[in-house]
């Protein structure tokens, strides 16, 4: 198969692209023409395509011959709080110009959607479903949100994967300001384990039509505060974590529907021995 990959720069579609390549697949990774692509580099089948999602003519040309889609590329936060006509300009009307490339198609697109577009449900009985009413609270989810109506109306077969934050083994200093409250449910999901949902999905015809939540899984369900601690724990870093006063839109997620993607296979507790390793490679412990 000959796969699309928008956002085939960032760090979810680099690993996507990389276990596309690894099945024997052919991957297109579609991004912008100063997207660093250093992240592919020496990934067999392989085919750089720099283009723009919000020009419908970039698109219809990387469109040409896939066989399949993953729709990755979006303006995520904070970028999105910065500038409401730029993520709906990438977000929305870029779909809008994929849907339109594919249209005549009937290839299936893999939209990459978050739990973002929940709205905050730390007041409510966990875990969250995919029947969950959506409630747009910032331009990101709004977006989303509109993206996904977009491709439900389309008539193109689909699967949305409404995806948490995606822990990545890195040494990062933490933000001025975590975006999340220290006492809050949280529950992210390891880089690859995300990739291989969205490979999975497109693998998996009884995917088709459907939207389901992609999280790490129960050892991935803590709060905040002990996730970020156990983070920087591992890594052997003293770090001055302050948290946001006010509850996000983060949870804990219901994933069971989607079970037969197979995606889950990263425990908490193993992906902080791969920080631990990370930590000692670096000399932090």
Known sequence: ???????????????????????????????????????????????????????????????????????????????????????????????????????????????????????????????????????????????????????????IPYTILRISPIAVADIVEPPEVIPFRSDQRVEFIYLEDAARALLSALERPEARWRIFNIAGGGSWQVTGGEYMRSLYASLGVEAELKFSSEYTALDWYDTRVGSFLDYQRTPLKNFLEILTKLGEEAGLR
Request: glycine share 8%; hydrophobic share 40%; net charge negative.
């Open 1 to 155: 198969m000959r796969l699309l990959v928008t956002g085939g720069a960032g760090r979810l579609g680099a690993c996507l692209i990389r276990m596309i390549s690894e099945r024997g697949h052919s991957a297109i990774a579609f991004d912008l023409p100063n997207a660093q692509i250093d992240k592919l580099e020496g990934t067999p089948r392989v085919e750089i395509f720099k283009g723009d999602v919000t020009r419908p003519a970039d698109v219809a040309e990387a469109c040409r011959g896939a066989d399949g889609v993953f729709h990755l590329a979006a303006v995520l936060p904070p970028r999105s709080e910065e500038d409401s006509e730029l993520t709906k300009r990438v977000n929305v009307e870029g779909t809008r110009n994929l849907l339109e490339a594919l249209r005549e198609r009937s290839i299936p697109i893999i939209f990459a959607s978050s739990v973002a577009v929940y709205g905050v449900t730390a007041l409510e009985e966990p875990p969250v479903r995919e029947d969950h009413p959506v409630v747009g609270t910032d331009n990101y989810s709004r977006s989303k949100i509109e993206a996904e109506r977009l491709i439900e109306a389309s008539g």
